[in-house]
């Protein structure tokens, strides 16, 4: 007994030793990528511990800002002049000016964001939602965590319309729509109250802090009132009424804090003394539409505001008065063209449309620079042309993106486009294949550059629900109404009714072949001979739904995924596994599938969230990239045999470094 007790004590301090030498190795390798990454202010939100996140991380492909017709998008500024913040469904986006491809994206909000904002010090975001939660989370790594949580606070019951920091980081304002409180003043080391924001029958719909001694606090609300509050504690010292007609939108005090300005739906700007708050001009007459947001420039002598009109303009505020000296005409649509929200930082003027699309604005010419396009809603697909070296991208929100890989440069697909959410993309030679549940599928020429849609949609008979693609034109597509179509060169050449749901499809190098996961948890394999379908067997061993296929780009392998989380690996040639061991390191649906060109590696999404990127040669090894994606991960496709490209719920698309 005692000898074998020696031994469990000896096995059990083996154990541990070995435990401590490979934890020091996992916090060695973490140092030296986190020490690696470049700082644009503000870091990923994955913890550190996940250093695969950091090792494959390449560049993100932001979304752009949530819109709605008719109330203003908030863009926040920062400190140093480097980023700008806006938010989208339930995450803030933090994106550099410079270099847009330089964004991350904080995702802790159960629900859709509305406001974010740096603290003076930039240690901190403040960001709130339509809950009246505002979070205030750390911009660098605390405790070896990015975006660790500093506070959270529960404001009220309504929507935050809009936060303030005070100049010393300590204290901070949020306003919006309460049933009883319409506004807070707190402190960010617990949350106490530093006075009481009073005096507003309605919804408050802006607010800023004075950024400097002695502090003062002004608010805007749609019971037409401008109310000035002084402390701290702060309280309700006197209101300006009659001011605006209409609803006030924002209101912002100057850096110096010498004025402060007000713009509304009325077309209307109030400027007023930043001290004793009392109004001292306005803005002359300029816009034809509601002023929906106004920022100034760091000089505190000119504004920049944002219009239903159409237009933003600056304006000299130095003598109280407003004299516009710069109109940006930003375009013709009467709806579209819309400016909802803008933004100046530093040498950077940046209006958002009701689009979302980012336009940077030139001061010395008048003329919009350039516009930085995005997705609104999710992503469900993308695609890659090698020739163009461009990736495209297919969302719920109809848009058909597409963006130059490692550039800042991308663009709108424009013309004849989908009138409902892109389900899939496919790119054979120089042609971009697309369906949508508008039930069309399109083909477009994407050679030499072009971006336009044009022709006719072809009619897919019933919503598309999968897409396969060839060469010379050809492309087979799944229906909702159990049928298969033929595709070549734009028109359906045969149709083809099956006895089951058709989820996903997939055509063999050499067209032949066609493989179609069904909802009867088989692979139906189809010969293609001139433009008819005719069955050419099954493939069995789903207990699922088989929601994914790919065939290699030699012909031997097609690989298969399922609803639950299991892809398997058969030989094409006899329809038998590769392997015994399936590949179900996912925990959720398996969305797509696409093999790297090189036929070495196959890489997988699912509703997981997860990329995994699996070897052939070694089914043991794998690259996991956890978290890719807030939401799922809804497509991938690849650059080359070492980077890969995804496309997920949280409307960004996304490249990955793959390193074995």
Known sequence: MAKQKEREEAMAAKAAAANQTANAEAAAKT???????????????KPVVQEPYIRLKKNLYAPSPKTERGKPVLLGGDPKGENILYCNGSDVIIRSLRNPLQADIYSEHPRATTVARYSPDRRYIASGDETGTVRIWNTEIVQGTYFKLQFEKKCFGGV?????????????????????????????????????????????????????????????????????????????????????????????????????????????GVIGNGETGQKVGNLGEGHNGGIYGVSWNSQST???????????????????????????EMGSDDVNDQQLGCLWQGDFLISVNLLGHLSYLDPRSGKVEKVVYGHQKGVQSVAY?????????????????????????????????????????????????????????????VSGGSDQMKGAATSAGS?????????????????????????????VVSNLKVSYNPLSVAIAPGD??????????????????GNDLKEAGLIEGHRYPVTALAFSPDNKYIATGDKNNQIYLWNASDNKLVHNNKWVYHSAKVNNMKWSPNGQFLASCGLDTSVIVWRVDDPDQRVHIKAAHHGAVNDVCWIDDSTVATGGADASVRTWNIVW
């Not at 300590?170 to 960010?188: H, W």
């Not at 000119?302 to 407003?322: E, F, H, M, P, Y």
């Not at 072949?513 to 394999?525: M, P, R, S, T």
Request: proline share 4%; aromatic share 8%.
């Open 512 to 529: 032949a072949k066609v493989a179609v996961g069904g909802e009867d948890n088989k692979v139906h394999l189809y010969s293609l001979s």
């Open 385 to 445: 042309h090698k020739g163009s070296n461009r990736i495209y991208s297919g969302g719920y929100d109809s848009v058909l993106n597409r963006f130059s890989v490692g550039e800042d440069s991308n663009a709108r697909v424009t013309g004849d486009t989908h009138r409902n959410s892109v389900t899939a993309l496919g790119v054979s030679d120089n042609t971009l294949h697309s369906i949508s549940m508008d039930d069309t599928y399109r083909a477009t020429d």
């Open 31 to 45: 140092a030296k990528f986190v020490s690696s990454k470049p700082s644009i202010g503000a870091v990923p939100e």
């Open 160 to 268: 935050i319309n809009d936060i303030a920091w005070d100049p010393e980081s300590q204290r901070i304002a949020a306003v919006g729509n309460g049933r009883e409180t319409m506004g807070v003043v707190f402190m960010l080391a617990g949350g106490a109250s530093a006075g009481a924001i009073t005096g507003h029958a309605k919804t408050i719909t802006s607010c800023d802090w004075r950024p400097k001694k002695p502090y003062r606090l002004v608010t805007t609300s749609e019971d037409l009132g401008i109310n000035w509050f002084e402390g701290p504690p702060f309280k309700w010292h006197h209101g300006l009424s009659g001011e605006h007609s209409r609803f006030p939108n924002q209101v912002r005090f100057s850096p110096n804090g010498d004025l402060w300005i007000s713009v509304g739906q009325d077309k209307v």
């Open 463 to 491: 919503r598309p629900v999968g897409l396969g693609v060839g060469s010379k034109g050809l492309a087979v597509t799944a229906q909702f109404n159990q049928s298969l179509n033929v595709i070549r060169n734009g028109s």
């Open 302 to 328: 000119q504004v920049l505001t944002a219009s239903g009109d159409r237009t933003c303009k600056i304006w000299d505020v130095a003598s109280g008065n407003g004299k516009a000296v710069t109109t940006f």
